[in-house]
């Protein structure tokens, strides 16, 4: 089945120690968007992808990147973790950018900093 | 950003239709209405869309209002299944915003048996 596959399901990580969250996506679409979700709160989107266009939400930290080396694949890159970084991160893809494109989301990696 | 306010909460019996509610007064002419559900331990799943005119598909049918400003994501027949957080999304234009999802704080719905 097509879809999209977020590894590690499950990230330790401690304070300070890059760390690197991957995503993959069978569906070729041309959009690749990082979520954040902290507990018992809604995603919040923090930059996607249009094909090798990266587009940066205003309030994302620096701390957070992205790297996206082909249409498969999107990493999301935390520089120097902090513990207020731990949180849900889900992938999600869509087709094309616009309204009607429904989003296609991934299992999310839970992401713990010690 | 247009924004959407839910109800923080519903309950729903077992089988029996469950009409969610989601207002957004300040919706603007190009931007499309969109539900999300987002099971236990899973990423969100997207349910339905819409404009102006009233939707349905397999998994549920979507009201809008006649000035746009609340919709109703009605669930025909609630099972356990349903059990979710649902997202009552605004998707903007594309040439302002990128067709972006701002997730509002959604609706967490219990289904007894």
């Known amino acids: 089945d097509a879809m999209v596959i977020q590894n590690p399901r499950y990230q330790v990580t401690q304070f300070g120690k890059p760390v690197t969250l991957s995503c993959s996506q069978t569906?070729?679409?041309?959009?690749m968007y990082w979520y954040q979700q902290k507990s018992s709160q809604a995603p919040k989107l923090l930059f996607h992808?249009?094909?090798?266009?990266?587009?940066n939400e205003a309030d994302t930290p620096d701390n957070f990147q992205s790297r996206r080396p082909n249409t498969s694949f999107c990493f999301l890159d935390i520089r120097s973790p902090g513990l207020g970084d731990a949180a849900m991160y889900l992938c999600?893809?869509?087709?094309?950018?616009?309204?009607?494109?429904?989003?296609?989301f991934g299992p999310g990696t839970r992401l713990t900093v010690t | 950003d247009a924004k959407t306010t839910q109800p923080n909460s519903m309950e729903s019996n077992e089988e029996e239709p469950v009409h969610l509610p989601c207002n957004h007064s300040?919706?603007?002419?190009?931007?499309?209405i969109h539900w999300y559900r987002q099971l236990p331990s899973q990423g969100p799943e997207y349910v339905i869309h819409?404009?102006?005119s009233n939707v349905n598909n397999r998994m549920a049918s979507l009201a809008i209002a006649e000035d746009r400003k609340s919709s109703t994501l009605i669930l025909h027949r609630a099972t356990l299944r349903d059990a979710a957080v649902y997202y009552c999304?605004?998707?903007?234009?594309?040439?302002?915003?990128?067709?972006?999802?701002?997730f509002g704080d959604g609706t967490t719905l219990t289904v007894k048996p």
């Open positions: 999600a893809t869509s087709r094309d950018l616009g309204q009607t494109y429904e989003q296609y």
């Open positions: 569906l070729n679409h041309n959009v």
């Open positions: 992808y249009y094909d090798k266009d990266f587009n």
């Open positions: 300040t919706i603007s002419g190009t931007d499309y």
């Open positions: 819409g404009l102006t």
């Open positions: 999304i605004l998707r903007d234009s594309y040439n302002t915003n990128a067709g972006k999802s701002t």
